[in-house]
T-cell receptor, first 112, second 115 residues
Framework: EAQVTQNPRYLITVTGKKLTVTCSQN?????MSWYRQDPGLGLRQIYY???????DKGDVPEGYKVSRKEKRNFPLILESPSPNQTSLYFC???????????FGPGTRLTVT | AQSVAQPEDQVNVAEGNPLTVKCTYS??????LFWYVQYPNRGLQFLLK??????LVKGSYGFEAEFNKSQTSFHLKKPSALVSDSALYFC?????????????FGQGTELSVKP
């Protein structure tokens, strides 16, 4: 089954404790993105990648890092999480030349 | 700058009645418009898109959307609502620059369909 997977689905952590949210897609898509969803704000792009070793900032990149060492994986790294990063995070992927993005199931992160 | 507005936080409809979820946009150039649906504890699912061509676009689950350039609107419609259509709906426009196909989302509209 074609899908985007994320782990973990739920995470509660404390301020300053480094964490990684994994994202993997099995559709051989070139493009991958991370979004955060906050009430009343919709989804906002954090980082994106156009292919292996090609990443760039989206609209709200502060406090986040990403890497794209393999085509299928695009982990989101929070080096020192803060409470304002409490949010629902979605990974998405897209085939080059296509307009349709496929979204993962989301990761709900709480930083206390 | 590209932007999308969904003027209603919530829409309530009785089952069997037609439904409309509103979306207006502001873009530079030709708009690439999308509707996504989010069910509880699930990711976003693609419903339909407008890139070019007919102003009435048909999508998944019986939904359709009408592109109106003069009113800069892209309202989502369904002739007969189902209780199972209850979900959070997002309108989106493609960002001005590629940015990995970035989508700019509206704030979402909660659709509630009552039996």
């Amino acid at each position: 089954e074609a899908q985007v997977t994320q782990n973990p689905r739920y995470l509660i952590t404390v301020t300053g404790k480094k964490l990684t949210v994994t994202c993997s897609q099995n559709m051989n898509h070139e493009y991958m993105s991370w979004y955060r969803q906050d009430p009343g704000l919709g989804l906002r792009q954090i980082y994106y990648s156009m292919n292996v070793e090609v990443t760039d900032k989206g609209d709200v990149p502060e406090g986040y890092k990403v890497s794209r060492k393999e085509k299928r994986n695009f982990p989101l790294i929070l080096e020192s999480p803060s409470p304002n990063q409490t949010s629902l995070y979605f990974c998405a992927s897209r085939l080059a030349g296509s307009h349709e993005q496929y979204f993962g199931p989301g990761t709900r992160l709480t930083v206390t | 700058a590209q932007s999308v507005a969904q003027p209603e936080d919530q829409v309530n409809v009785a089952e069997g009645n037609p439904l409309t979820v509103k979306c207006t946009y502001s873009v530079s150039g030709n708009p690439y418009l999308f509707w996504y649906v989010q069910y509880p504890n699930r990711g976003l699912q693609f419903l339909l898109k407008y890139i070019t061509g007919d102003n009435l676009v048909k999508g998944s689950y019986g939904f359709e959307a009408e592109f109106n350039k003069s009113q800069t609107s892209f309202h989502l419609k369904k002739p007969s609502a189902l209780v199972s259509d209850s979900a959070l709906y997002f309108c989106a426009v493609r960002g001005l620059y590629n940015q990995g196909g970035k989508l700019i989302f509206g704030q979402g509209t909660e659709l509630s369909v009552k039996p």
